[in-house]
């Protein structure tokens, strides 16, 4: 079992950027996968990016080229770096972290987009 914790998330304008992070509460090095999804208001929660324990990163289509998922191990912490933001990427953004062959999930972070 592992906590995560969310940070990062506010207001921003379309074309602008946020960062998050999610540090967890131990080493991540081991981890199968951390990733980050997101819930808009009724709709299905959806992967956004994941990263493997080696690094291979994975993306949806509707946010390819605009963001980066990127991990520091000695900091337990992985980042998703939002750039270009629209009004449909707001959501609340989930961190999640697979340790074989369960997946633990971060508390969410609201994340606004105004056109």
């Known amino acids: 079992q592992v906590q995560l914790v969310e940070s990062g998330g506010g207001l921003v304008q379309a074309g602008g950027s946020l960062r998050l992070s999610c540090a967890a509460s131990?080493?991540?090095?081991?981890?199968?996968?951390m990733g980050w999804y997101r819930q808009a208001p009724g709709k299905p929660r959806e992967l956004v990016a994941d990263?493997?324990?080696?690094?291979?990163?994975n993306y949806a289509d509707s946010v390819k080229g605009r963001f980066t998922i990127s991990r520091d191990n000695p900091k337990n912490t992985v980042y998703l770096q939002m750039n270009s933001l629209k009004p449909e990427d707001t959501a609340v953004y989930y961190c999640n972290a697979f340790i074989s062959p369960s997946h633990s999930w971060g508390q969410g972070t609201q994340v606004t987009v105004s056109s």
């Open positions: 990263i493997t324990r080696g690094g291979i990163t």
């Open positions: 131990r080493s991540i090095f081991s981890f199968n996968s």
